[in-house]
Structure formats: C-alpha cells, structure tokens
C-alpha cells in the first residue's frame, strides 16, 4: 500500500510539473502590436483562439494607423497596423517592411440628425461639399435632391474628422479626391490632411462618441464602431449610379471588382470601384499588417498572420468584416514567405 501511495504521488507530482513547463511554454510567446483602430475589435476577439491555437499572448494598442506605421518602423512592436498601405517614403523608412491585407471591411459615414433614418443618400460631390464647408445645413439643395421624400431639418452641419494619422482618413480623402475635383486640388489625399472645416477627434471612438452626441453631425468611421455605437450611415452614391450601403454584401461586392491577379506589398485599393456591381460600396477597404521582413519572431508571426487571413475571417462576419478574396488570399500566401528569422 505505501509503495501505491509514494507511486501515485510521484506521478502526481511529475503530472503537476508537466503540467507547469506546458502552460510555461505556451505563455513564453508574445506578439505586441499597435496601429488601426479600424481593425482593433477583430483583432481583440482574435486573441483567445490564437492562444487557445498556438499560446501565443496577444498585446494591440488601437493607436491609430499612423502611430503602427512610426511603431513599426521604429522596431518597437513586432509588428504595426495600418488601413493605409505604405508610401514609397515609408516603405524605404521601414526597412524591408512586408505589408499584408489581413481583413475587408468599410469607412462609413455617420450622422446625427434627429428624425433622419438610416440611409440617407449621399454622392461624392455632396459629401466633399460638406467637409469642405460649402455645404452647411441639412436642408441644403444638394442634399435634397438625394433625398427628395426625406423631411430633412434647417440645422447646422458639424462635420467630424480624424485629429491623429487615421488609415480611415486615407480612405475617405482618396475617395474624395478620385470623385471632386475640387476636393482633390484644395485637399488631397493622406492620413493627415488640412481639414477646410470641422471638429477633429482621436480614434473611431472619439469620433463615433462626437457624433453621437452632436446633433447635426455627420463623420467618418469603421463600420464595426458604427455598429457597437448605433449609428445610421449614409448610402453613398458608386460608379454604378446605385446608392450602396456599408454591409457585408456592399463590402464584397466592391471586392468582386478586383483583378483575378493582385500584388499584395503595396496596396491593393478598394476606394470608388468601377462600374459592374451595383452593390460595391465605394468606401470598402483592407487593413493591412506590417512586419519586418527579418524578424526573431518570424516563424511565429508568419503562423499567427496565416491564421489570421484563414481560420480568423470566420470570426469577423459580427462586427462587419468581410472575407478576403481568394486572389487576395492567395497573394497573401505568397507575402509571409517573405518574412524570415533574423534581426
């Protein structure tokens, strides 16, 4: 009996070690990111799986795309966001960088305009003359054309924009600038550009809580903030001449319009898709994950980033990802072989 006891206890304490070195060795691996506050929510309902997967601990800090391009860059994250692909400039100042599209979803413009449903037509031009301060109430003509049976209020409009480098603000100011004339000459495309008129914020969420609290605003966010907020958004106007909304279908109709063949590292752009889908909206984009072609972390970046563009998609139909095509899919497979271990 005594030698059963010492037996059973030897093996509980052996089972007791393994048991220690296994939940050391899967909590030994972190991952620290930072950038988008676009892809921020679909990345935090990442992290359990990819812990329960491999025990790899997820850290991201939703900074902004602006602050995951300088993180990057300055080599003090293992890897940045970015719903802005890289500039040539930036590219070369990250130093062998591999940019990867790693979810689909879209910019939304939202409002706050009391007794206006959700939907409210807007087009290119019209959208420009807002931010640009040309268009200043709600019962402006243009608007009213869009929106002939809409009862639309004499209020002031607060338009509402980004205040740090936003991969959002890239998306809305491209589009601006490929649909106004005028905008594109006095504005310009960027994650920082000079805002005509406007209150600025930090983040979806600064944004998103402005609007929400400002009657007579209308702002730019990721349609994820726009759903967890309960916020209306505009129907813009595409090439098609339909008025396309910023769901899952209108997102991946936009992305039907893609080439059979993409390259991945730098950009593949979504913004004002041409005619042939009436659903594309004309501000769907991919967020992009940015690594060091050389990295000490490489093998375990290449498996988490894998998932992520694989298994991961299932995982962001809620919160109004979009999946990644296959020619897109494919190139991405393509891009992680490019990052290797090294410093």
Known sequence: MRKTITALALAAVVAFALSAAASAHRSSTSLVGAGSSLVAPLVSVWT???????????????????????SITSRTVDFGASDA???PDQMKACGNCVEIPWALTATTLSYNVPGIPNDLHLNGPTV???FLGTIKSWDDPAIKKL????NLPHLAITPIYRSDPSGDTFVITDYLSKVS?????QVGSGTTVGWPTGVGEKGNSGVAGQISTDPGAIGYISAAYTLSNHLPVAALQNASGAFATPGLRGITAAASTLPKN????RGVSLV???KGNKLAYPMATFTYVIIPSRSSKATELRKFVYWAVTQGQSYGAKLIFAKLPNQVLVADEKALKLIQPGT
């Open 48 to 70: 359990q799986p990819v812990d329960t997967a491999f025990g790899y601990q997820i850290s991201y800090s939703a900074i902004g795309s602006g602050g995951g391009i300088s």
């Open 85 to 87: 692909p890289l500039t």
């Open 128 to 130: 420009a003359g807002i």
């Open 147 to 150: 929106n002939p049976k809409l």
């Open 181 to 185: 004339p005028a905008w594109s000459k």
């Open 262 to 265: 993409v390259s991945v590292n």
């Open 272 to 274: 004002n898709p041409p």
